[in-house]
T-cell receptor
Protein backbone atom coordinates (compact mmCIF):
# COMPACT_ATOMS: atom_id res chain seq x y z
CA UNK A 1 0.00 0.00 0.00
CA UNK A 2 0.91 3.67 -0.06
CA UNK A 3 3.49 4.77 2.48
CA UNK A 4 4.85 8.10 3.57
CA UNK A 5 8.34 8.52 4.98
CA UNK A 6 8.46 11.42 7.41
CA UNK A 7 11.69 12.78 8.84
CA UNK A 8 13.11 13.43 11.24
CA UNK A 9 11.34 11.18 13.73
CA UNK A 10 12.16 13.55 16.57
CA UNK A 11 13.72 16.95 17.09
CA UNK A 12 15.11 18.63 20.19
CA UNK A 13 15.59 22.36 19.73
CA UNK A 14 15.98 25.58 21.67
CA UNK A 15 13.15 28.05 21.88
CA UNK A 16 13.42 30.56 19.07
CA UNK A 17 15.04 28.19 16.59
CA UNK A 18 13.54 27.37 13.21
CA UNK A 19 12.29 23.84 12.48
CA UNK A 20 12.08 21.91 9.24
CA UNK A 21 10.53 18.51 8.58
CA UNK A 22 9.55 16.70 5.41
CA UNK A 23 7.65 13.82 3.91
CA UNK A 24 8.36 11.74 0.85
CA UNK A 25 6.24 9.17 -0.91
CA UNK A 26 6.61 6.58 -3.63
CA UNK A 27 3.13 7.54 -4.85
CA UNK A 28 1.65 10.75 -6.21
CA UNK A 29 -0.86 12.59 -4.06
CA UNK A 30 -3.41 15.21 -5.10
CA UNK A 31 -3.36 16.95 -1.74
CA UNK A 32 -0.87 17.24 1.09
CA UNK A 33 -1.91 18.18 4.62
CA UNK A 34 0.01 18.89 7.77
CA UNK A 35 -1.49 18.17 11.20
CA UNK A 36 -0.35 18.70 14.79
CA UNK A 37 -1.37 16.32 17.54
CA UNK A 38 -1.13 17.07 21.25
CA UNK A 39 -1.14 14.22 23.81
CA UNK A 40 -4.59 12.73 24.26
CA UNK A 41 -6.11 14.78 21.46
CA UNK A 42 -6.99 14.40 17.82
CA UNK A 43 -4.89 15.84 14.98
CA UNK A 44 -5.50 19.51 14.24
CA UNK A 45 -5.19 20.68 10.65
CA UNK A 46 -2.41 23.25 10.19
CA UNK A 47 -2.00 23.67 6.44
CA UNK A 48 -3.58 22.13 3.33
CA UNK A 49 -1.80 22.15 -0.06
CA UNK A 50 -3.65 21.47 -3.31
CA UNK A 51 -1.29 22.26 -6.19
CA UNK A 52 2.14 20.97 -7.10
CA UNK A 53 4.69 23.67 -6.31
CA UNK A 54 2.28 25.52 -4.00
CA UNK A 55 3.85 27.36 -1.07
CA UNK A 56 1.45 28.26 1.73
CA UNK A 57 1.94 30.07 5.03
CA UNK A 58 -0.11 30.11 8.21
CA UNK A 59 1.50 32.47 10.69
CA UNK A 60 4.94 31.09 11.55
CA UNK A 61 4.27 27.93 9.57
CA UNK A 62 5.18 27.50 5.91
CA UNK A 63 4.58 24.37 3.85
CA UNK A 64 5.25 23.43 0.25
CA UNK A 65 3.76 20.83 -2.09
CA UNK A 66 6.62 19.32 -4.08
CA UNK A 67 6.65 19.68 -7.86
CA UNK A 68 6.73 15.91 -8.34
CA UNK A 69 3.65 15.63 -6.04
CA UNK A 70 5.58 13.03 -4.07
CA UNK A 71 6.89 15.21 -1.27
CA UNK A 72 6.16 18.11 1.04
CA UNK A 73 7.95 20.03 3.76
CA UNK A 74 6.85 22.05 6.77
CA UNK A 75 8.87 24.85 8.33
CA UNK A 76 8.20 26.50 11.68
CA UNK A 77 10.00 29.75 12.32
CA UNK A 78 10.97 31.16 15.71
CA UNK A 79 9.66 28.21 17.70
CA UNK A 80 7.77 28.80 20.96
CA UNK A 81 6.91 26.37 23.78
CA UNK A 82 3.37 25.73 22.51
CA UNK A 83 4.81 24.31 19.28
CA UNK A 84 5.68 21.15 21.23
CA UNK A 85 3.81 18.13 19.92
CA UNK A 86 3.76 15.57 17.15
CA UNK A 87 3.50 16.78 13.57
CA UNK A 88 2.06 14.52 10.90
CA UNK A 89 2.07 14.87 7.17
CA UNK A 90 -0.79 13.26 5.26
CA UNK A 91 -1.22 12.66 1.57
CA UNK A 92 -4.57 12.25 -0.08
CA UNK A 93 -5.26 10.28 -3.24
CA UNK A 94 -8.80 8.94 -3.26
CA UNK A 95 -10.67 10.38 -0.25
CA UNK A 96 -8.66 8.60 2.45
CA UNK A 97 -5.58 10.11 4.04
CA UNK A 98 -2.25 8.30 4.27
CA UNK A 99 -0.25 9.50 7.28
CA UNK A 100 3.46 9.71 7.93
CA UNK A 101 4.91 8.30 11.13
CA UNK A 102 5.13 11.73 12.75
CA UNK A 103 7.85 14.11 13.93
CA UNK A 104 7.97 14.64 17.69
CA UNK A 105 9.09 18.17 18.49
CA UNK A 106 10.58 18.99 21.88
CA UNK A 107 11.59 22.55 22.77
CA UNK A 108 14.02 23.51 25.48
CA UNK A 109 13.20 26.93 26.95
CA UNK B 1 -19.89 25.73 15.59
CA UNK B 2 -19.05 22.51 17.38
CA UNK B 3 -16.28 20.37 16.00
CA UNK B 4 -16.31 16.63 15.49
CA UNK B 5 -17.63 14.92 18.61
CA UNK B 6 -16.64 11.45 19.72
CA UNK B 7 -17.78 9.44 22.69
CA UNK B 8 -16.84 7.89 24.86
CA UNK B 9 -13.35 9.40 25.19
CA UNK B 10 -12.14 6.33 27.04
CA UNK B 11 -13.57 2.81 26.85
CA UNK B 12 -12.42 -0.28 28.72
CA UNK B 13 -13.64 -3.67 27.57
CA UNK B 14 -12.78 -7.21 28.54
CA UNK B 15 -11.75 -9.67 25.87
CA UNK B 16 -14.81 -11.01 24.08
CA UNK B 17 -17.03 -8.00 24.76
CA UNK B 18 -18.33 -5.57 22.18
CA UNK B 19 -17.10 -2.00 21.78
CA UNK B 20 -19.26 0.74 20.25
CA UNK B 21 -17.64 4.03 19.33
CA UNK B 22 -19.74 7.01 18.28
CA UNK B 23 -18.93 9.97 16.09
CA UNK B 24 -20.97 13.06 15.30
CA UNK B 25 -19.50 15.01 12.36
CA UNK B 26 -19.18 18.76 12.23
CA UNK B 27 -22.41 20.56 11.47
CA UNK B 28 -23.03 20.51 7.74
CA UNK B 29 -20.55 17.71 7.09
CA UNK B 30 -21.84 14.55 5.44
CA UNK B 31 -18.65 12.53 5.00
CA UNK B 32 -17.20 10.52 7.89
CA UNK B 33 -13.89 8.66 8.13
CA UNK B 34 -12.55 6.36 10.83
CA UNK B 35 -8.84 5.95 11.57
CA UNK B 36 -6.93 3.86 14.09
CA UNK B 37 -3.74 4.95 15.82
CA UNK B 38 -1.39 2.69 17.74
CA UNK B 39 1.06 4.27 20.23
CA UNK B 40 3.96 6.11 18.59
CA UNK B 41 2.49 5.60 15.11
CA UNK B 42 0.57 7.60 12.54
CA UNK B 43 -3.11 7.17 11.87
CA UNK B 44 -4.26 4.31 9.64
CA UNK B 45 -7.38 4.64 7.51
CA UNK B 46 -10.19 2.20 8.25
CA UNK B 47 -13.41 3.24 6.52
CA UNK B 48 -15.11 6.13 4.69
CA UNK B 49 -18.87 6.59 4.90
CA UNK B 50 -21.54 8.93 3.66
CA UNK B 51 -25.07 8.91 4.99
CA UNK B 52 -26.40 5.32 4.75
CA UNK B 53 -23.50 4.28 2.49
CA UNK B 54 -20.10 2.71 2.98
CA UNK B 55 -17.90 4.20 0.28
CA UNK B 56 -14.50 2.66 1.06
CA UNK B 57 -13.84 0.04 3.72
CA UNK B 58 -10.47 -1.08 2.40
CA UNK B 59 -8.79 -0.46 5.77
CA UNK B 60 -11.28 -2.39 7.89
CA UNK B 61 -10.37 -5.84 9.21
CA UNK B 62 -12.54 -8.41 7.50
CA UNK B 63 -13.93 -9.83 10.71
CA UNK B 64 -15.42 -8.36 13.90
CA UNK B 65 -15.33 -4.73 12.69
CA UNK B 66 -18.28 -2.88 11.17
CA UNK B 67 -19.28 0.73 10.65
CA UNK B 68 -22.45 2.58 9.83
CA UNK B 69 -23.60 6.16 9.31
CA UNK B 70 -27.40 6.14 9.49
CA UNK B 71 -29.69 8.78 8.07
CA UNK B 72 -30.27 10.09 11.58
CA UNK B 73 -27.76 10.00 14.41
CA UNK B 74 -24.04 9.52 14.76
CA UNK B 75 -21.72 7.21 12.90
CA UNK B 76 -20.94 4.03 14.83
CA UNK B 77 -17.80 1.91 14.70
CA UNK B 78 -18.53 -1.49 16.21
CA UNK B 79 -15.94 -4.02 17.26
CA UNK B 80 -17.29 -7.40 18.25
CA UNK B 81 -15.48 -9.90 20.49
CA UNK B 82 -12.62 -7.52 21.20
CA UNK B 83 -9.08 -8.82 21.62
CA UNK B 84 -6.06 -7.16 23.24
CA UNK B 85 -4.71 -6.17 19.84
CA UNK B 86 -7.74 -3.92 19.32
CA UNK B 87 -6.44 -1.58 22.04
CA UNK B 88 -5.74 1.71 20.27
CA UNK B 89 -7.02 5.24 19.77
CA UNK B 90 -9.82 5.45 17.23
CA UNK B 91 -10.34 8.78 15.52
CA UNK B 92 -13.22 10.00 13.46
CA UNK B 93 -12.89 12.77 10.88
CA UNK B 94 -15.47 14.59 8.78
CA UNK B 95 -15.48 16.68 5.64
CA UNK B 96 -18.15 18.83 4.01
CA UNK B 97 -20.51 17.85 1.15
CA UNK B 98 -19.42 18.56 -2.37
CA UNK B 99 -16.09 17.12 -1.38
CA UNK B 100 -14.35 15.51 -4.32
CA UNK B 101 -11.36 13.28 -4.51
CA UNK B 102 -8.26 15.20 -3.59
CA UNK B 103 -9.83 18.22 -1.92
CA UNK B 104 -8.63 17.20 1.55
CA UNK B 105 -9.52 19.06 4.72
CA UNK B 106 -10.67 16.35 7.01
CA UNK B 107 -11.31 17.58 10.56
CA UNK B 108 -10.68 15.19 13.41
CA UNK B 109 -12.44 14.51 16.67
CA UNK B 110 -10.64 13.99 20.00
CA UNK B 111 -10.66 10.21 19.64
CA UNK B 112 -11.80 7.24 21.70
CA UNK B 113 -9.10 5.37 23.55
CA UNK B 114 -10.04 1.72 23.71
CA UNK B 115 -8.34 -0.52 26.24
CA UNK B 116 -9.00 -4.25 26.13
CA UNK B 117 -8.15 -6.09 29.34
Amino acid sequence: GQQLNQSPQSMFIQEGEDVSMNCTSSSIFNTWLWYKQDPGEGPVLLIALYKAGELTSNGRLTAQFGITRKDSFLNISASIPSDVGIYFCAGQGAQKLVFGQGTRLTINP
Amino acid sequence: NAGVMQNPRHLVRRRGQEARLRCSPMKGHSHVYWYRQLPEEGLKFMVYLQKENIIDESGMPKERFSAEFPKEGPSILRIQQVVRGDSAAYFCASSPPGFTSGSGEQYFGPGTRLTVT
